[in-house]
Structures are given as C-alpha cells and as structure tokens.
Nanobody
Framework: QVQLVESGGGLVQPGGSLRLSCAAS????????MAWYRQAPGNQRELVAT???????LYADSVKGRFTISRDNTNSTVYLQMNTLKPDDTAVYYC?????WGQGTAVTVSS
C-alpha cells in the first residue's frame, strides 16, 4: 500500500510563494501520473495540476502561469511550487496518485 505525505502548507500573504511536497512511501509511484487537488471550505475538491509519468503537465486555468508541478522519481516526491498567491488559493491541498490520497496540507493566503 502506498502512503502519501504532504508538507509545506502554511500562512502566506497575498503575492507570496509556497512550495508543497508530497512524498510517497513506495517508488511504485514512478509508474503513475500524479496530481494535486485542493478543496476550499464549502467547495468541492478541484484539480489543480497533473504531471504524467513522462513529465507532461496540465494546469487548471485559475493557476496557470503561477503554479508549477514537478516530480523527482529518485526520491518518490512530487512538488507544487505556488507563486503570486491569491486569497482564492486558500484551501487544503491534496496529493493524489491513482486511488491513493494524502492527508492534505492547509494553505491560507491572507494579509
């Protein structure tokens, strides 16, 4: 069974940056596409970004140009670099690999 552990969330001012990390307990993840989702209070969980096994990426329109997803297969880790953060980015961010989900890391963008 694969376990995913996110880290890197926190409180940041508008315009600031954060880097989220998601470490997998098994290197099996190198065979899968990976994704970041987020869920704001009162909202449904939404896709933020995906990265394929080969490194191709896809972003939600709301984060395009501000967020960057990347992966390090050697360390079984996927990252989400978030720049120019806005209050609307406030949410719990979840890492996803196939049927496995992390526990989430909270991001709050506020002055």
């Amino acid at each position: 069974q694969v376990q995913l552990v996110e880290s890197g969330g926190g409180l940041v001012q508008p315009g600031g940056s954060l880097r989220l990390s998601c470490a997998a307990s098994s290197n099996i993840f190198i065979f899968y596409n990976m994704a970041w989702y987020r869920q704001a209070p009162g909202n449904q969980r939404e896709l933020v970004a995906t990265i394929t096994k080969g490194g191709s990426t896809l972003y939600a329109d709301s984060v395009k140009g501000r967020f960057t997803i990347s992966r390090d297969n050697t360390n079984s880790t996927v990252y989400l670099q978030m720049n120019t953060l806005k209050p609307d980015d406030t949410a719990v961010y979840y890492c996803n690999v196939d049927q496995w989900w992390g526990q989430g890391t909270a991001v709050t963008v506020s002055s």
